[in-house]
């Protein structure tokens, strides 16, 4: 793929040195200054993307790789090495979500920018308030500061790692650039939290950072991505082929209609693959009407004894055929051209894992952006085969909650982000009878010391995110139960939190 590009080359003090275009040719008139540069770029140029990058690393940018990313002008991403971080690991104790993380692949969906090298659009830049562009820290605060202003409204931030680059230190955010952050793009509690963190996990109590950055004002910057530019064939001329994988329990009536959705499909699914679960050994299936009808598509259906949504959705993986997987309820109603709706959005995205919008009855989503995902959707997701390699829906977490979540993040891991259109709606009836929350039994209700947080939780969280993370997470914990708490005496409430924290990590060892 062809792009009109331009590369921005820079000095160590975040001075420009040269903008050249795809030529080789300067662009005369650009400012020194790094932010009027861009902001110059941005109005001058209407469809370019611009690359940026240290002087020093000018001769190393992997074009091919970072091109091989760039599915749509709504993308900011940035390269390094993995030991090129900008954001301290402080920053778990305040930030909950997937983003954080650095993940194991050579692509990973984060809003944690460096400053080494990257590419963004001029269609973003131009879009951004003249104001934006005003002095910052540095270069790297203020790529942080974009991404993570602009990620949750529908730009797409990506972190690539290299490792064959040469080895260039790079300066981390001071403390007091910390808490200023903090206080630009989060609640001022926040910066509360992260001093409590720091003192009683570090003892450490930069107090004068804290005090300074009560003084800044948090950030909200609003840019429209209703609009992708697609940067490729015409979406809706792009074949998609699907196998709906659906599991069900005590839901005949609501399965049927489902059934009856999916076959007046402007694009039919291929198969649609149904684990059928009864926890009594004697039972039958009651989906009669599977055999008794015609149906527009192959059914392929199991009917096991052995109950839970994780080993279900899994036996259904493993019947897929189709590229493309749509991971289904069975108390969906959807109109008739959502595979169609799904076939444009992944091919105007280039997105391999897609949730859409699941709502019950008065829910509204007013978002119209694809954006990335915190989550994914169990039972309102697309993914393509090719993504679910040795993926599959943690048993650990069985009969709990999290298994979702717990997918998303196999997804990110293994180098897949995961989006989420808001504009393709389904209708989740959360219907009274049948589903998968019945009552589970574990072998630690019966402590005398009950676990909190639920020990799947606590697996969770163990698993998938930092430490810090996990440390931040049990500080507000304790600080949200205490202040519900009917007593005045902290160090009695804390002895006994963290006696149900310790619970709750054995147990979590054990799952």
């Known amino acids: ?59 190393s940018i992997p074009f091919e790789e970072i091109n091989n990313h760039l599915h749509h002008q709504n993308t900011l991403l940035t390269l390094g090495t993995r030991s090129d971080h900008f954001i301290t690991s402080d920053m778990g104790y305040v930030e909950d979500g997937p983003f954080i993380t650095t993940g194991k692949a050579q692509v990973y969906p984060t809003w944690q920018m460096i400053d080494r090298m990257g590419v963004i659009h001029s269609s973003l830049l131009k879009n951004l308030p003249k104001s934006v562009f005003a002095a910052s820290p540095s270069f790297s605060y203020w790529l942080n500061s974009i991404a993570i202003q602009l990620r949750p409204l529908g730009l ?67 840019v429209d991505f209703d609009t992708l530019e697609y940067l490729g064939n015409n979406p809706r001329e792009s074949p998609i082929e699907v196998d709906v994988i659906i599991p069900t329990i005590g839901r005949k009536k609501y399965l049927y209609d489902v059934l009856k959705d999916l076959s007046v499909q402007t694009i039919l699914p291929k198969r649609i693959i149904i684990v059928e679960q009864d926890a009594d050994p004697t039972a039958n299936s009651e ?27 899994n036996l259904a993986i493993a019947e897929v055929q189709s590229p493309w997987v749509l991971f289904f309820d069975d108390d969906i109603r959807c109109k008739s051209d959502l595979i169609e709706e799904l076939a444009i959005a992944v091919a105007t995205t280039k997105t391999k894992a897609l949730t859409v919008a699941c709502l019950q009855e008065g ?90 947080p639920s020990p799947q939780i606590m697996y969770h969280r163990q698993k998938n995110y930092t430490e810090k993370q996990l440390l931040g997470y049990k500080l507000v914990l304790f600080l949200k139960a205490f202040k519900s708490a009917k007593t005045i005496n902290p160090f009695g409430f804390y002895k006994s939190a963290s006696a149900r924290w310790e619970a709750s990590k054995k147990w979590a060892a054990k799952l």
């Open 1 to 59: 793929m062809t792009f009109n590009v331009l590369y921005v080359l820079l000095s160590d003090t975040d001075t420009v040195v040269t903008v050249k275009d795809e030529m080789g040719q300067s662009v005369e008139g650009t400012p020194k200054n790094i932010y009027k540069a861009l902001y110059f770029l941005g109005q001058q140029y209407e469809n370019h993307w611009i690359y940026f990058s240290n002087q020093s690393d000018a001769h």
């Open 156 to 222: 797409c931030c990506y972190r690539m790692y290299d490792d064959s680059l040469p080895v260039r230190k790079v300066k981390p955010m001071s403390t007091s650039q910390l808490y200023q952050f903090v206080s630009e793009h989060y609640k001022k509690r926040w910066t509360l939290l992260l001093l409590i963190a720091q003192l009683f996990y570090q003892k450490r109590f930069p107090l004068f950072a804290f005090a300074k950055a009560q003084l800044h004002k948090k950030k909200e910057l609003n």
């Open 287 to 313: 989906l009669d009407y599977l055999t008794t009808e015609s149906w527009p598509f192959e059914i392929k259906h199991q009917f096991i004894h052995q109950t839970g949504a994780c080993n279900a959705r």
């Open 363 to 452: 829910e509204v989503d007013s978002l119209h952006a694809f954006k990335q995902w915190e989550s994914f959707g169990s039972g309102c997701s697309i993914v393509h085969k090719e993504v679910l390699g040795n993926i599959r829906f943690d048993m650990s977490l069985e009969h709990g909650y999290g298994e979702d979540v717990d997918f998303g993040m196999q997804l990110r891991q293994a180098g897949y982000d995961v989006l989420y259109a808001p504009q393709i709606q389904l209708k989740h009836l959360k219907a009274p009878v049948g589903g998968f929350r019945q009552a589970h039994v574990f072998p630690w209700q019966e402590d005398a010391i009950q676990p909190k």
